[in-house]
């Protein structure tokens, strides 16, 4: 079972919706053409501290492959890429220059928490004292992929659960101004 | 040298050192005041030459410390463990072995970062790993904080 | 077989017909305003070939499949990537100097588009004839250096700063030997103009009639070349793990985009340069003697033996990105300077002694 276009309705996470389920004829079709441009398009920041980095690298290599979904393209510089993968542990010396990173790049942008280290702290939750409990305490995460490691199709299961995400949700988010009633 | 010669040579130079029965490294137990001499020997002595430090690391037994120094020969290619004990726990000190072999800078920055051990005559003792300003030395047995959830 | 219609046929229906309309300045401005659409769209369509092109041969050059979910085999990879990137957030760094900024990618552009003035599609479909045509390439293509430099300058970033110098250093040094290499097919040929070049050829490729000369000028052509590009396995200015990316470290979306259509641009460039003076430009393969053969041979559309060539020295210049490790930048110098330069001499002494002697076929 995986996350596809039909069971988003009950999936778990934030999913942007119009305010009354209604939706302007042209920023609707300008949103699909975004959202598909965005989903289909994902470059990744080269970012793997630990054990998890090593599947990460796996599923990018000929045997898994990533690129066939269109994520070839790894730029090293935040500026450039939109996707971070944070995979591996992360320890509290790290978090600042993950943080760093995180602002560092580019709307819109979006986090994968891969493994269990960066969902939870993993393995060292109880015992550790250098170990950032979850690194949603950090940066916003949108989807995670648990595992330790896990295995490169997971990892590729959890960017598509992402690409599905990206469809789903407004390219525009567009504030209207409030009125005096509202306030 | 195998490890019964290694035993034999270090009985007739050192006479107060003690052996450990181990299954791979022959380990040697001594004194902290003779620490230097016996490395500094081991290290120049041509038929010993003892010329890496591969792992200088510490121990906390909950009454005392433990510093252990692997060495290892590139000519002759054999192994010893050397230890050390130390029994205060409030202000462990111990000589730098900087300039035996200089690998042992980093070694012993790890040491003083993670259990708090000084070392004396040490070019630049400073906190590699866990940053200047954190408080504690968390490998000890008695440390605690707020990170760990199961003292 | 000679087309039924020629595009010198094409070209010349049009300018009667704009001029039956309008007079005779409106009809030079609006002949203007479609070259310059059909230039667009030339430079548009081929770096949505490229980058397509590019993606898939990185992944069977990797024993894998490349972009396969999107579109068709991955057909619409190219698009999803551009729209993407204009879709994306306009980033200046804090410290940066804005107008240098922003005017790096566009003056990087813009000598890209230049360049591709002087260059012959087909018989008759050329742009301008000028006399001096493979000169202007090589001096247009010369002021890129200087977007290279304000980009890695105005970032504020000493990472970006370093990438530029080294992306100018190295452009500037490996300028020579390409000059150097074409120049030994011009004294055979005689001419600087490209219509001259090809036509000369006539009877033969350059890479087969000016034989030892010839061909190591192409294959020095396309070291420098790639080396010129900033392609591997000379990207040392923008390879990850040294720079993160160089020059354009700090630049994202619009901006970023254009640098990458720059360097597409470039590329096909320098492969339509090495197709036009080694290559053959748009003649069709012929070998003197078999009569047969060059008649199949003149079934083939002059502009699909073009574009044919150009794909070929294209993908050439991937294969080697994806074959070759990187070269530090000390290597790459002493390279050009002490081995590239002094042969790149001693090829054309030996270029114009073969055209002295009449020793070329």
Request: aromatic share 14%; charged share 15%.
């Amino acid at each position: 079972m995986g996350v596809t276009e039909d069971n988003l309705n009950t999936f778990p996470g934030e999913v942007y919706r119009d305010d009354a389920g209604q939706a302007n004829f042209f920023v609707t079709s300008i949103d699909k053409l975004a959202n598909w441009a965005r989903s289909n398009s994902l470059w990744p920041l080269t970012f793997g501290t630990s054990c998890c980095a090593i599947e990460m690298m796996s599923a990018a290599s000929a045997k898994y492959d990533w690129s066939r979904f269109g994520f070839e393209v790894a730029r090293a510089t935040p500026r450039q890429a939109d996707l971070i993968i944070v995979a591996g542990t992360i320890c509290t010396k790290m978090a600042p220059v993950l943080k760093r990173l995180y602002n560092q790049m580019a709307n819109p942008k979006y986090v994968i928490a891969m493994g269990s280290c960066t969902i939870s702290g993993g393995p060292f939750y109880y015992y550790s004292y250098s170990v950032v409990k979850g690194v949603d305490t950090i940066i916003p995460v949108d989807v995670y992929i648990p595992g330790c490691p896990p295995r490169p199709e997971a990892l590729l299961e959890g960017m598509m659960a992402l690409q599905a995400k990206i469809k789903k949700s407004r390219a525009y988010v567009i504030d209207s101004p409030k009125t005096k009633q509202e306030e | 040298m195998s490890k019964e010669e290694l035993k034999a040579y270090l009985e007739v130079n050192f006479p107060t050192c003690k052996f450990e029965d181990t299954i791979d490294f022959p380990v040697v137990i001594v004194e902290q005041g003779q620490l230097l001499s016996l490395l500094k020997s081991l290290r120049e002595a041509p038929s010993t030459d003892f010329d890496l430090l591969f792992c200088q690391t510490a121990v906390d037994y909950k009454t005392r410390f433990e510093v252990i120094y692997h060495l290892s020969s590139t000519t002759f290619r054999h192994d010893l463990v050397v230890k050390v004990l130390l029994d205060d726990r409030e202000h462990p000190e111990l000589e730098s072995i900087f300039s035996i072999w200089k690998a042992a800078e980093l070694f012993e920055n790890e040491i003083f970062d993670l259990f708090g051990i000084r070392f004396l005559n040490h070019p630049n003792l400073r906190r590699i790993i866990l940053g200047d300003e954190w408080q504690g030395y968390p490998l000890r047995k008695d440390y605690t904080d707020a990170n760990i959830l199961i003292p | 077989m000679i087309l039924m219609i020629g595009f010198k046929d094409i070209t010349l229906w049009i300018h009667q017909m704009l001029s039956g309309y309008l007079n005779p300045g409106w009809v030079v401005a609006s002949e203007a305003l479609l070259v310059g659409l059909a230039m667009i769209l030339l430079v548009v369509i081929m770096a949505v070939a490229m980058i397509y092109m590019e993606r898939k041969v990185a992944g069977f050059m990797q024993l894998r499949l490349g972009p396969m979910r999107v579109g068709l085999w991955g057909s619409m990879q190219a698009f999803a990537d551009v729209l993407k990137l204009l879709l994306k957030e306009c980033l200046t760094p804090n410290g940066a100097d804005k107008l240098l900024f922003s005017l790096a990618p566009f003056v990087v552009l813009t000598v890209s588009f230049l360049a591709l003035a002087p260059f012959s599609f087909a018989p008759g479909l050329q742009l301008w004839d000028l006399n001096i045509g493979v000169l202007y390439i090589s001096a247009v293509s010369s002021i890129g250096v200087i977007g290279i430099l304000m980009a890695g300058w105005s970032s504020n970033n000493k990472y970006s700063l370093l990438g530029g110098m080294r992306s100018g250093a190295q452009i500037v040094s490996y300028e020579l030997s390409a000059g150097l290499s074409i120049i030994a097919i011009v004294i055979m040929c005689g001419s600087l103009s490209i219509h001259d070049i090809i036509l000369s050829q006539s009877d033969g490729w350059w890479i087969f009639k000016g034989h030892l000369p010839a061909m190591f000028a192409f294959v020095v052509f396309v070291i420098a070349s790639t080396a010129e590009l900033n392609r591997a396995p000379f990207d040392l200015a923008e390879a990850e793990q040294e720079l993160t990316a160089g020059f354009h470290t700090e630049y994202s979306g619009m901006q970023f985009a254009m640098f990458f259509l720059a360097e597409y641009t470039n590329m096909f460039i320098v492969s339509m340069v090495g197709t036009t003076v080694f290559l053959g430009g748009w003649m069709p393969f012929h070998i003197v003697g078999f009569e047969a053969f060059n008649h199949l041979m003149d079934y083939v559309p002059s502009f699909i033996w073009f574009f044919g060539k150009t794909f070929f020295i294209l993908f050439l210049i991937m294969w080697f990105r994806w074959t070759f490790p990187r070269m530090r930048i000390d290597q790459l110098l002493k390279l050009e300077w002490k081995y590239l330069l002094p042969l790149s001499i001693i090829n054309i002494v030996i270029a114009a002694f073969i055209t002295i002697m009449g020793w070329h076929f």
